[in-house]
């Protein structure tokens, strides 16, 4: 899971069993060695710190799950591109935690009950056009979208033709997640509500023209 980090002015937050582990506390005085993904380093706040390349970006929790699947999309847009797609189509799917989840399918949407089709989303997309030569996208900025780096290397390396990946949603940082409860409990925040553990997946397959 990604780094949780907090600020505090005189001393660090504590709950009934001493100090919190799910959370990296810091003095206020060392936030300028961060950026915030908007505004500045509020205390007492709970940051999610990005996996990214660079210089560490911090999005408030309840944001987070939202911001990086938004950012994460846009990211394999541009690797698609960048490869020279001549067709790309992005579906939108949700999916619900199954109580038997070790006992729910594998790969992806293992430990998820039903998947259905959503319809009208931000993350709908269609392109067709005639493609080009592939180009290096360069390094992937985000480095927990698996499969596209390999999908990279297969367009690249191979002469690839079709590629799918799935972007899932972080469901630990949803706003109703034990986590989520247990920081709100210890007197820290979140930050703006986030979405529940309904899980979000994004499925995007792209064709490549033969070059």
């Known amino acids: 899971m990604s780094q949780l980090v907090s600020f505090y002015e005189t001393a660090p937050v504590t709950d009934k069993r001493g100090l919190l582990t799910d959370v990296i506390q810091r003095p206020m005085q060392v936030r300028s060695g961060y950026d915030v993904v908007e505004g500045e380093v509020v205390p007492r706040v ?52 199954n109580a038997v989840a070790a006992r729910v399918g594998v790969g992806p949407m293992a430990g998820w009950g039903k998947v259905t089709r959503t319809q009208s989303t931000d993350f709908d997309y269609s392109f067709s056009g005639t493609g080009a030569s592939p180009r290096d996208p360069g390094p992937i900025r985000w480095t927990n979208i698996p499969g596209l780096d390999a999908a990279k290397q297969s367009v690249l390396l191979n002469g690839g033709r079709r590629v799918e990946i799935t972007i899932e949603s972080e469901s630990e940082f949803a706003a109703d997640s034990d986590l989520a ?31």
């Open 46 to 97: 709970v940051y999610v710190q990005a996996p990214i390349e660079g210089r560490p970006l911090l999005v408030p929790f309840g944001q987070y799950d939202a911001w990086s699947l938004r950012q994460r999309f846009e990211e394999a847009l541009r690797v698609m591109n960048t490869l020279g797609a001549c067709e790309i189509e992005c579906a939108t799917y949700s999916a619900r935690r």
């Open 181 to 211: 409860r247990r920081l709100k409990s210890s007197g820290l925040v979140l930050g703006l509500e986030g979405r529940t553990q309904a899980k979000t997946l994004l499925r995007i397959k792209a064709e490549f023209p033969t070059v």
